[in-house]
């Protein structure tokens, strides 16, 4: 069983910064892809970035690429997304994902889900 618990959400002005957090627990992250997700009121839960299991190679979606970057820490198992150049349309419910081995872009991927941690950026 995997544990995901996302961190670090927050109230930002616009260009301002923010870097998430998500800490897995129940297997080693070289075997996990993860995925950050966000989901704004009303709308669908859309895909952000995903960073895949072995060599952590990673997408994202276009209207992050250039100002937000996912990252690992193997050794701390956790998950990092640097948010620079925030806009009020980032604001949402930022989720952390994970699925053992290969997954896409798509939610149903992905069968680990984290709490969610509200980002809001104001202009």
């Known amino acids: 069983q995997v544990q995901v618990v996302e961190s670090g959400g927050g109230s930002v002005q616009a260009g301002g910064s923010l870097r998430l957090s998500c800490a897995a627990s129940?297997?080693?992250?070289?075997?996990?892809?993860m995925g950050w997700f966000r989901q704004a009121p009303g709308k669908e839960r859309q895909f952000v970035t995903i960073t895949r299991y072995g060599g952590g190679s990673t997408s994202y979606a276009d209207s992050v690429k250039g100002r937000f970057t996912i990252s690992r820490d193997n050794a701390k198992n956790t998950v990092y997304l640097q948010m620079n150049s925030l806009k009020p349309e980032d604001t949402g419910v930022y989720y952390c994902?994970?699925?053992?081995?290969?997954?896409?872009?798509?939610?149903?991927?992905?069968?680990?889900w984290g709490q969610g941690t509200q980002v809001t950026v104001s202009s």
């Open positions: 129940g297997r080693a992250l070289t075997t996990l892809t």
């Open positions: 994902a994970a699925r053992v081995g290969p997954a896409g872009v798509g939610a149903a991927s992905y069968n680990y």
